[in-house]
């Protein structure tokens, strides 16, 4: 009963390049949730995704910043043209459908832009 | 615009006695209150949770208040151990709006 599964754990990235971070659910979690955590800050919110849709995406940045989840496969937050205040911990969570108030969280990607 | 706040960076306990640690809010529209714990590099864990219907909830030695008037709420640990020096986030949910709002955490270290 494997938990959250998040990959790579840590990433580093040139300015310019594309990251691209990997969620797989619980098993039967149908929802999954973004969060970023930059250096000594809280979690911040980012997106909120059912399978094939976006529910919330309120936290997102407005550009270079995508997440999807599709019908089969993880869910992905996909970063484009990084820059070095991309650098932070991203964490992903899932939760079942009406249980959203226990969402369980992956490890988090350490992304680190040189 | 920071709805949920821990004003304290860090605390220090001896080991044995009572933690307690302290979160407030300016969202009165919140419908649920969690604690999560993170050790580093790893993701936060879930420890307990309240209803903003209740004042009370227990877990073994772990025990959230909420006093929803002055909008403020704590999470005791009684005794504290060596295993719970971490950090905590508080987090808070709306119904409905299902995104967790985090607090920027308290590193709570246990003296042995």
């Known amino acids: 009963n494997a938990g959250v599964m998040q990959n790579p ?6 300015r310019g390049q594309e990251a691209r971070l990997r969620c797989s659910p619980m098993k039967g979690h149908s929802h999954v949730y973004w969060y970023r955590q930059l250096p000594e800050e809280g979690l911040k919110f980012m997106v909120y995704l059912q399978k094939e849709n976006i529910i919330d995406e309120s936290g997102m ?3 270079r910043f995508s997440a999807e989840f599709p019908k089969e496969g993880p869910s ?5 043209q990084v ?30 832009v040189v | 615009d920071q709805q949920v706040k821990q004003n304290s960076p860090s605390l220090s306990v001896q080991e044995g006695r009572i933690s307690i640690l302290n979160c407030d809010y300016t969202n009165s529209m919140f419908d649920y209150f969690l ?11 879930f420890l307990i949770s ?16 909420l006093n929803k008037s002055a909008k403020h709420l704590s ?24 995104k967790l709002t985090f607090g920027t955490g308290t590193r709570l270290t246990i003296i042995p």
């Open chain 1, 9 to 14: 754990r840590h990433l580093v990235r040139r």
């Open chain 1, 61 to 63: 940045p407005k550009e």
């Open chain 1, 76 to 80: 992905i937050l996909r970063i484009q």
């Open chain 1, 83 to 112: 820059v070095r205040g991309d650098s932070a911990a991203y964490f992903c969570a899932s939760s079942m459908q009406g249980r959203d108030t226990e969402a369980f969280f992956g490890q988090g990607t350490r992304l680190t």
């Open chain 2, 35 to 45: 604690w999560y714990k993170k050790y580093p590099a790893e993701g936060p864990t």
């Open chain 2, 50 to 65: 309240i209803s903003s219907i209740k004042d009370k909830n227990e877990d073994g030695r772990f025990t959230v208040f």
């Open chain 2, 75 to 98: 999470l005791h640990i009684v005794p504290s151990q060596p295993g719970d020096s971490a950090v905590y986030f508080c987090a808070a949910l709306s119904l409905g709006n299902e």
